[in-house]
């Protein structure tokens, strides 16, 4: 049975900074294309980190520049490095796994119909 479980959210003010964790069991990392998304109260669902199996990251431009994705193999742990927050970041924070086992990376890396496994989400809020 495969599980992920995010770590690190809370509550900052802007400017600030916040690292999230995602642990995962059941799968490994060195297999899997690896997604951050994020999700504000009555909008959908936006992928904005994404990272494939060669170690390359895309972003959305609402982040670039800002959050930086990256997974330690040996922890089985993907990470979110947020810096500069802002106050239109504060969302539930998603991490998610694609597999990869067989390809390098997935045709759609910001849709979350291109992943399997989800964690249960961690709550980010950025106060001004």
């Known amino acids: 049975q495969v599980q992920l479980m995010e770590s690190g959210g809370g509550s900052v003010q802007a400017g600030g900074s916040l690292r999230l964790s995602c642990a995962v069991s059941g799968y ?3 297999r899997a294309c690896v997604g951050w998304f994020r999700q504000a109260p009555g909008k959908e669902r936006e992928g904005i980190a994404a990272l494939d199996r060669s170690g390359a990251g895309s972003y959305a431009y609402s982040v670039q520049d800002r959050f930086t994705i990256s997974i330690d193999i040996d922890a089985n742990t993907a990470f979110l490095q947020m810096n500069s927050l802002k106050p239109e970041d504060t969302a539930i924070y998603y991490c998610a796994i694609g597999r990869c086992t067989f390809r ?3 045709p759609n890396p910001f849709h979350p119909d ?13 106060s001004s």
């Not at 992943?115 to 989400?121: F, L």
């Open 114 to 126: 291109d992943y399997y496994y989800w964690g249960q989400g961690t709550q980010v809020t950025v």
């Open 104 to 106: 390098v990376s997935l």
């Open 28 to 30: 490994l990392y060195s």
